[in-house]
């Protein structure tokens, strides 16, 4: 089959010169495993930081490639079962399905022709999803999830912040919070405004814009039920905590850092991070807004899919590329701009 391999730990920005498209054996599914012919895989900063080791700033998460044990890159996929282990019991050979790789993350990922996941991570793939809409909707769907049913627990006519809202979560997260009755606010890029608008964001504020508190305020877009983070930044915290009721909740995927993964932080810093997560998750449970880190786990996967089975949520996909070396390593220099 054909494979994206890298043989060592890429610097910081180094990952699409370490990358190389290969020829190697197919792999064997294990008992508890599926064999996927892949038909889609996605491309996303979490791969990304995931192979250049500054994931949650630096968190060892991924295995560390080496030219005797090569690791394929990849988290989300979405393709055909071609094979199955002695203890499989949800899927079969011919099944359409989607998912993405969960911990302990695999040395073989989908960047390839075909990968072995372990039942547990997938799905069936619902009949009003592409394949390439599956694969994008695998990882971004599920922490979308985790925030809006599981965090929020969204009921109708009540106030939410979403921002980051044209991203691969902030996108599906609007859908989902509309599902359940919600009043959705956003902010986005001004040129997204537009696409935001179109899945049902009520209102939708530029966040570059220097008075976008102000902004808020004068349309009424205060006194929140919740506000959901996909940006990160103490002072996006502040804001959020600012433009919350009491009994409200400040919800975040990142943190106090913007765009956590950019960057290594090494063991000080994040132990930094870690304890600043842990000391606003303790310090405003009593006094309010409560403060919450998203953190999907198998107990979001009942949530993910009830919503699959109301046909109701499509994720938006930015660009689709073929599967060579060159497009991958063009790819990956676009995706890491956060655009």
Same mark, same amino acid.
């Given at each position: 089959?054909?494979? /994206?391999?890298?043989? %060592? ?10 990358? #190389?498209?290969?020829?190697?054996? $197919? ?25 250049? &080791? ?30 199955? +282990?002695? =203890? ?11 998912? %993405? ?34 694969? @994008? ?9 985790? @925030? ?14 979403? /921002?980051?809202?044209? &991203? ?37 504020? =530029?966040?570059?814009?220097? !008075?976008?508190?102000?902004?808020? /305020? ?14 990160? +930044? $103490?002072?996006?915290? #502040?804001?959020?905590? *600012?433009?919350?009721?009491? !009994?409200? $909740?400040?919800?975040? !995927? ?12 090494? +063991? ?11 000391? *606003? ?6 006094? +309010?807004?409560?403060? =919450?880190?998203?953190?999907?786990? $198998? ?5 993910? #899919? ?24 063009? @790819? ?6 956060? *655009?």
């Amino acid at each position: 089959m054909q494979a /994206i391999i890298i043989t %060592s730990r890429p610097q910081k920005g180094d990952l699409p010169n370490e990358v #190389k498209l290969i020829t190697k054996i $197919k792999p064997v599914p294990c008992k508890n495993e599926v064999l996927i012919k892949i038909s889609c895989a996605t491309i996303t900063i979490d791969d990304i930081n995931m192979q250049e &080791g500054s994931a949650l700033g630096g968190i060892p998460i991924g295995p560390t490639a080496s030219i005797e044990k090569p690791v394929i890159p990849g988290i989300e996929l979405s393709g055909i079962v071609e094979d199955i +282990g002695s =203890d499989i019991s949800k899927f079969k050979v011919g099944d359409a399905v989607f998912g %993405s790789i969960g911990l302990p993350i695999k040395r073989e990922g989908p960047w390839a022709e075909y990968c072995c996941i372990k039942e547990e991570f997938l799905f069936q793939k619902p009949n009003y999803l592409s394949f390439q809409e599956a694969a @994008a909707l695998a990882g971004s769907g599920i922490v979308a999830c985790s @925030a809006i049913v599981q965090g929020c627990k969204l009921q109708k006519n009540q106030k939410i912040l979403i /921002i980051g809202a044209s &991203g691969g979560v902030g996108t599906l997260a609007i859908q989902m919070a509309k599902n359940c009755g919600a009043y959705v606010i956003a902010t986005c890029s001004e040129k997204n405004k537009s696409l935001v608008k179109s899945l049902g964001a009520e209102k939708v504020f =530029d966040y570059a814009s220097t !008075s976008l508190e102000e902004d808020l /305020i004068k349309e009424n877009c205060d006194n929140l039920d919740f506000v959901l983070d996909l940006v990160g +930044g $103490k002072e996006i915290e #502040k804001l959020g905590i *600012r433009l919350l009721k009491k !009994s409200g $909740k400040f919800i975040t !995927s990142v943190g106090p850092i913007k765009y956590l993964g950019d960057n290594k932080l090494g +063991g000080i810093g994040i132990l930094k991070l870690l304890s600043y997560i842990g000391w *606003r998750m303790f310090s405003y449970s009593f006094k +309010g807004p409560k403060y =919450d880190f998203v953190s999907p786990t $198998k107990k979001t996967y009942p949530f993910f #899919k009830q919503i699959l089975e109301t046909n109701s949520i499509k994720p938006i996909i930015d660009k689709e590329i073929n599967f060579t070396q060159k497009e991958i390593q063009e @790819a990956i220099n676009y995706v890491r701009t956060h *655009r």
